[in-house]
Nanobody, 124 residues
Framework: QVQLAESGGGLVQAGDSLRLSCAAS????????MGWFRQAPGKEREFVGS????????YYADSVKGRFTISRDNAKNTVYLQMNSLKPEDTAVYSC?????????????????WGQGTQVTVSS
């Protein structure tokens, strides 16, 4: 069992940066690929990015590529989402998820554990 807790959300202005953290419990964190997803009001959940278990591979949605960066610290059981050049359309609840597999994936179905999410609001 893995429990995930996101933090770092908040209200920022367009063009600002924000870093989200996702702290995981459990001893197998380093064997899981991790992902970030977001959901805006009235919209379906959207894949943001994924990082492999070792951190040597990442994959991003086109909508955030070049602006967002995922990293992880397996010694701290934590994955991060660095968000730069934020836009109002980035406003959403951001959730991290842990996959049972070690390779990156954009499919929500391959993620077994989910956090509660943290709100990110970007004002224009």
């Amino acid at each position: 069992q893995v429990q995930l807790a996101e933090s770092g959300g908040g209200l920022v202005q367009a063009g600002d940066s924000l870093r989200l953290s996702c702290a995981a419990s459990g001893r197998s964190f380093s064997s899981y690929a991790m992902g970030w997803f977001r959901q805006a009001p009235g919209k379906e959940r959207e894949f943001v990015g994924s990082i492999s278990s070792t951190g040597d591979s990442t994959y991003y949605a086109d909508s955030v590529k070049g602006r967002f960066t995922i990293s992880r610290d397996n010694a701290k059981n934590t994955v991060y989402l660095q968000m730069n050049s934020l836009k109002p359309e980035d406003t959403a609840v951001y959730s991290c998820a842990a996959s049972r597999y070690n390779s990156i994936t954009y499919s929500p179905g391959r993620y077994a554990y989910w956090g509660q999410g943290t709100q990110v609001t970007v004002s224009s």
